[in-house]
């Protein structure tokens, strides 16, 4: 889904293996309908090449906040603060990424469902405008008090 330096290779592949479906740019209502058509999304990312010691994970918390299950690879902080509301990739392996859908698939779809519920309740609570403003106003306030402590 989208464009970018890729676009070609992923046309290529999309001509000559049926099971890839090159969507193209989506508008918002298109992104949505796939994830409500989708079991499990997935977020890869190569992180080999590039070293991301830190990251804003913007489109992996919208992956969450959908309620489905979001196979991931390791970025950043992902493993430790999210790790128990994603299948979370041990290397980028090709056998890696198969073994952890072939793991979501054999679930079932009532237990996936519950499994993206969490995710979803954690991001709703945990992540909202609200509740990272106050995380920010936290952090300047002890700035503040360490200053002010210091004159």
């Known amino acids: 889904m989208g464009k970018g330096?890729?676009?070609?290779?992923v046309l290529k592949a999309a001509a000559s293996d049926h099971r890839i479906i090159?969507?193209?740019l989506l508008d918002h209502r298109g992104v949505l309908a796939m994830y409500e058509a989708?079991?499990?999304?997935?977020n890869i990312r190569i992180t080999t090449q590039v070293e991301v010691p830190y990251g804003f994970p913007s489109k992996f918390?919208?992956?969450l906040a959908t309620?489905?299950?979001?196979?991931?690879?390791?970025?950043?902080?992902?493993?430790?603060?999210?790790?128990q509301y994603c299948?979370?990739?041990?290397?980028?392996?090709?056998?890696?990424l198969a073994?952890?859908?072939?793991?979501?698939?054999?679930?079932?779809?009532?237990e996936r469902q519950r499994f993206g519920a969490r995710?979803?309740?954690?991001?709703?609570?945990?992540?909202?405008?609200?509740?990272?403003g106050l995380c920010i106003a936290k952090y300047f306030g002890g700035i503040m008090e360490t200053r002010f402590k210091s004159l």
């Open 61 to 63: 918390i919208e992956y």
């Open 5 to 9: 330096e890729l676009q070609d290779e």
């Open 99 to 110: 073994e952890l859908i072939e793991t979501v698939r054999k679930m079932g779809g009532e």
């Open 38 to 42: 989708d079991d499990v999304l997935l």
């Open 67 to 83: 309620g489905k299950c979001v196979v991931t690879t390791s970025f950043a902080h992902v493993e430790s603060e999210y790790g």
């Open 119 to 132: 995710a979803r309740e954690y991001v709703a609570r945990n992540k909202t405008w609200e509740r990272q």
């Open 22 to 24: 090159y969507k193209g």
């Open 87 to 96: 299948f979370v990739m041990k290397s980028e392996a090709p056998e890696a």
